[in-house]
């Protein structure tokens, strides 16, 4: 399967910074997905990105999907306690197959 | 609107057991599928569905049986399970026009014994 590797595994800041993580896969992707799950729920959508070099906005949430096709970025942009959960990248390769990154978990530390 | 329910909420089974998971959504979506979620593995595909009677094997099928003769509906078999069959599992469904936005269910924590 596809191999969607996800850069920090895990961070720990303060209230207000910046938060910036990668996605990136051996294969090119045409549709970048950012997840976010809280602790003991399902994931939810927090960006979508449809073309390469596109840069998508969301709140305080921004994602690119690079040109190569091969990797995503998502920014968090002055962190809150609520932003606490594991971030993931997906995408939909060989049509209907589904891959999730391995994660990167955000805590926010008042 | 339920959106993507499941049950159960927790199982425990022993070794050899068989049991089904459930997945309704009433969304009248036509892809549904299922994820396990281990520590440090994100999630992988186990089975898919792009709509009623039609379904197909995810990265990680063995083990898993699923079936589709709804469009709401999407259960999960398991038919010996294994302790390696110990996760967290995720049903979602979308529609199947473009923006592969995945709704998902709350998730069944499995453990076998």
């Known amino acids: 399967g596809q191999q969607l590797n996800q850069s920090p595994q895990s961070m720990f800041i303060q209230e207000g910074e910046d938060v910036s993580m990668n996605c990136t896969s051996s294969?090119?992707?045409?549709?970048w997905l950012w997840y976010k799950q809280d602790p003991g729920e399902g994931p939810v959508l927090l960006i979508a990105?449809?073309?390469?070099?596109e840069l998508t906005s969301n709140g305080r949430l921004t994602a690119q999907f690079g040109i190569t096709r091969k990797d995503s970025f998502l920014n968090i942009s002055a962190s809150i306690p609520s932003d606490v959960g594991i971030y993931f990248c997906a995408g939909p390769y060989t049509g209907n197959q589904f891959y999730f990154g391995t994660g990167t978990s955000l805590t926010v530390i008042p | 609107n339920a959106g993507v329910t499941q049950t159960p909420k927790f199982q425990v089974l022993k070794t050899g057991q068989s049991m089904t998971l459930q997945c309704a959504q009433d969304?009248?979506?036509?892809?549904m599928s299922w994820y396990r979620q281990d520590p440090g593995m994100g999630l992988r595909l186990i089975h898919y569905s792009v709509g009623a009677g039609i379904t197909d094997q995810g990265e990680v099928p063995n083990g898993y049986n699923v079936s589709r003769s709804t469009t709401e509906d999407f259960p999960l078999r398991l038919l010996s399970a294994a302790p390696s069959q110990t996760s967290v599992y995720f049903c979602?469904?979308?529609?199947?026009?473009?923006?592969?936005?995945?709704?998902f269910g709350p998730g069944t924590r499995l453990t076998v014994l």
């Open positions: 969304m009248n979506h036509e892809y």
């Open positions: 979602a469904s979308s529609d199947l026009q473009g923006t592969w936005e995945q709704f």
């Open positions: 990105l449809y073309k390469a070099g």
């Open positions: 294969s090119i992707f045409n549709t």
